[in-house]
């Protein structure tokens, strides 16, 4: 199994920075790509940033240019630096790591931490 805690969230106003962080912890030698999604009320979860094994990166349109994605040498913990915040990037963020399929394929998720972009 595997543990995410995501931890950095808060309220920053409109043109501000946050970094959010997820440790995960258990068996991340099992884990292939590892995200970030975003759920704000009355919408669907949708995809933010996502890093693969080898590093490639992914991200929404909407936040192209703004949020950068890493993940340390260890492969356990994965960022989200967020610049130029917006008020529609207010939402709930949440990691997630997703597991080869050698190993059974699936997925894992934090428990959200909250991001709110307001003056």
């Known amino acids: 199994q595997v543990q995410l805690v995501e931890s950095g969230g808060g309220l920053v106003q409109p043109g501000g920075s946050l970094r959010l962080s997820c440790a995960g912890s258990?068996?991340?030698?099992?884990?292939?790509?590892m995200g970030w999604y975003r759920q704000a009320p009355g919408k669907r979860r949708e995809l933010v940033a996502l890093?693969?094994?080898?590093?490639?990166?992914n991200y929404a349109d909407s936040v192209k240019g703004r949020f950068t994605i890493s993940r340390d040498s260890a492969k356990t913990t994965v960022y989200l630096e967020m610049n130029s915040l917006k008020s529609e990037d207010t939402a709930v963020y949440y990691c997630?790591?997703?597991?080869?399929?050698?190993?059974?394929?699936?997925?894992?998720w934090g428990q959200g931490t909250q991001v709110i972009v307001s003056s």
């Open positions: 997630n790591a997703r597991r080869f399929a050698v190993y059974g394929g699936g997925e894992f």
């Open positions: 258990g068996s991340m030698f099992k884990i292939r790509d």
């Open positions: 890093v693969t094994d080898d590093g490639t990166t």
